[in-house]
T-cell receptor, first 111, second 115 residues
Framework: DAKTTQPPSMDCAEGRAANLPCNHS???????VYWYRQIHSQGPQYIIH???NNETNEMASLIITEDRKSSTLILPHATLRDTAVYYC????????????FGQGTILTVHP | DTAVSQTPKYLVTQMGNDKSIKCEQN?????MYWYKQDSKKFLKIMFS???????INETVPNRFSPKSPDKAHLNLHINSLELGDSAVYFC??????????????FGDGTRLSIL
């Protein structure tokens, strides 16, 4: 399983962009970078994933470095409802799609 | 419409009892999973099934037995419950295993408390 390193916690002001970094230097060539979040007492929620190219959807943008050893999740206009634990998880067919959750980053969005 | 639903939401029972947690998905997915989140909030995979066939079994005690009657259901039966089984159990599903390019969708969890 690829190891990941994320800051334990981050703060962000409401309305500002939240940039959450993740280091995954041991990622395999065929593993995607997935981002999930868990809002208190709820099940993990899928946000976005990518292989090599940057990706954007209605929730967030994902920037993956060219060497694929790190990525950044961007929430363009954070709201109070974005307060959650964010997990960056490399996953692919090599691990049968298994998600190995680390400690994640606790993002707190302040008014 | 709930995509991945688990029942019950809460389960409080005595040590030594046998209990089951049910999971159903209406997404038409081929693969289903069980994860356990302990008191320290670590989420860890337990099992996965693809088309009713066991794919992942992560060194879970054999008191835990998943059963998949069809692709839309993956139930978890636990025998002889122990105090350490207290946790939140999450069910998830994905389209298929494929090349790993399939996000998983999670249920809201079943909170199991052993007295």
């Amino acid at each position: 399983d690829a190891k990941t390193t994320q800051p334990p916690s981050m703060d962000c002001a409401e309305g500002r962009a939240a940039n959450l970094p993740c280091n995954h230097s041991t990622i395999s060539g065929n593993e995607y970078v997935y981002w999930y979040r868990q809002i208190h007492s709820q099940g993990p929620q899928y946000i976005i994933h990518g292989l090599k190219n940057n990706e954007t959807n209605e929730m967030a943008s994902l920037i993956i470095t060219e060497d694929r050893k790190s990525s950044t999740l961007i929430l363009p206009h954070a709201t109070l409802r974005d307060t959650a634990v964010y997990y960056c998880i490399p996953s692919g067919w090599i691990s049968y799609g298994k998600l190995t959750f680390g400690q994640g980053t606790i993002l707190t969005v302040h008014p | 419409d709930t995509a991945v639903s688990q029942t019950p939401k809460y389960l409080v029972t005595q040590m030594g009892n046998d209990k089951s947690i049910k999971c159903e998905q209406n997404l038409g997915h081929d693969t289903m999973y069980w994860y356990k989140q302990d008191s320290k909030k670590f989420l860890k995979i337990m099992f996965s099934y693809n088309n009713k066939e066991l794919i992942i079994n992560e060194t879970v005690p054999n008191r835990f037995s998943p059963k998949s009657p069809d692709k839309a259901h993956l139930n978890l039966h636990i025998n002889s419950l122990e105090l350490g089984d207290s946790a939140v159990y999450f069910c998830a599903s994905s389209q298929d295993l494929g090349d790993g390019n399939q996000p998983q969708h999670f249920g809201d969890g079943t909170r199991l408390s052993i007295l």
